[in-house]
């Protein structure tokens, strides 16, 4: 069959993702890419998520991340797909059954990537934005609500946040969604040890930084009585293959604010820059050092024909099969 052979195919590829946010491409741009990365062996794509008071940029459109998401499900047939759902942009019975919803039009293609961020700005939209404590508890409660509406016939809940009575998900998925935490403070640490399959470390490749944060989430998975090596591990590398690293800087700098405080030359080792072969040996000296299970490689900001080439060049490799020439 068809599906097996692009699935054992797959399966023989080195793990890789890509990211393209910021609202930096049109919609029909990102389509191509999505797809040029699904000819690649890309196995996930990380698009814009939520928004509120988000700009482009620049006067590009910005676009409701979870009806991209959809879309560019139809329009591809294997990668999976992510776009960030921030908790205070959606009460826990609806998540659930627009996650539900997803899985019955793309059956397991998509990672329900969750995090407590956003603008300060989203208040101009009409939104929430209580302080990062209570975003981290509504989280919880939201993640216990939806992963019971994915499994249990009905379900009542009473909480600070979440308050359903006998609430139904139809239909109910199969299995349980993938759940993909981004987090670094410890609190919400605490969040991806009860919750995740997946631990998006929300920090640029700086291995004394992720070394922090590996022994806070051992102490969070302690707590719980769950072994951190059953959370898979993602992180977004901010790649300009054919670039030096101080080219990349502005705009690293530029599309991740939240990461200020670190220093320049910590920044310009965490990319993935220089020529092809040396950005190579960085992704997979990264992958191998920092125990990625999923690197991200992030493209966001290059145009179209960049951001085709870059994914190229770090593109999966086939690995070596026993009894291969």
């Known amino acids: 069959?068809?599906?097996?052979?692009?699935?054992?195919?797959?399966?023989r590829r080195e793990r890789l993702a890509f990211a393209a946010t910021w609202h930096q491409l049109r919609f029909e741009e990102l389509r191509t890419l999505v797809r040029h990365a699904e000819r690649l062996g890309y196995e996930a794509a990380y698009l814009d998520g939520d928004i509120g008071f988000v700009p482009s940029l620049g006067e590009a459109d910005v676009l409701d991340g979870w009806t991209v998401q959809t879309a560019l499900a139809l329009a591809t047939e294997r990668i999976r797909l992510a776009s960030i759902r921030l908790v205070h942009h959606w009460h826990a019975f609806r998540l659930a059954q627009a996650v539900a919803t997803f899985e019955r039009i793309a059956p397991g293609r998509q990672r329900v990537f969750v995090a407590v961020g956003g603008q300060a700005g989203d208040a101009a939209a009409g939104l929430p934005f209580p302080p990062h404590?209570?975003?981290v508890a509504w989280l919880d409660e939201t993640l216990s609500a939806a992963r019971?509406?994915?499994?249990?016939?009905a379900v009542s809940a009473q909480g600070r946040f979440v308050n359903l009575r006998s609430a139904r998900v139809r239909p109910r998925?199969?299995?349980p969604p993938w759940v993909e935490i981004g987090a670094a403070a410890e609190a919400t640490l605490r969040v991806v040890a009860r919750h995740a399959d997946a631990w998006n470390l929300n920090r640029p490749a700086i291995p004394s930084e992720i070394a922090r944060l590996d022994a806070a989430f051992a102490r969070a998975c302690d707590a719980v009585g769950r072994d951190p090596a059953t959370v898979e591990r993602t992180l977004w590398l901010f790649a300009r293959p054919g670039d030096e690293a101080g080219d990349a800087?502005?705009?690293?700098r530029r599309f991740t604010p939240w990461h200020r405080a670190f220093p320049d030359a910590a920044l310009r080792a965490s990319f993935l820059t220089g020529g092809t072969d040396a950005a190579r040996e960085r992704l997979a000296g990264f992958r191998e050092s920092l125990?990625?299970?999923?690197?991200?490689?992030d493209v966001t900001g290059l145009p179209l024909a960049a951001a085709q080439v870059a994914l190229e060049a770090l593109a999966p490799r086939h690995e070596s099969r026993p009894g291969a020439s």
């Open 1 to 11: 069959m068809a599906g097996s052979a692009e699935a054992m195919t797959a399966a």
């Open 133 to 135: 404590s209570d975003r």
């Open 148 to 153: 019971r509406l994915w499994t249990e016939p």
């Open 173 to 175: 998925p199969p299995a």
């Open 249 to 252: 800087l502005a705009d690293y």
């Open 291 to 297: 125990s990625l299970d999923l690197p991200v490689v």
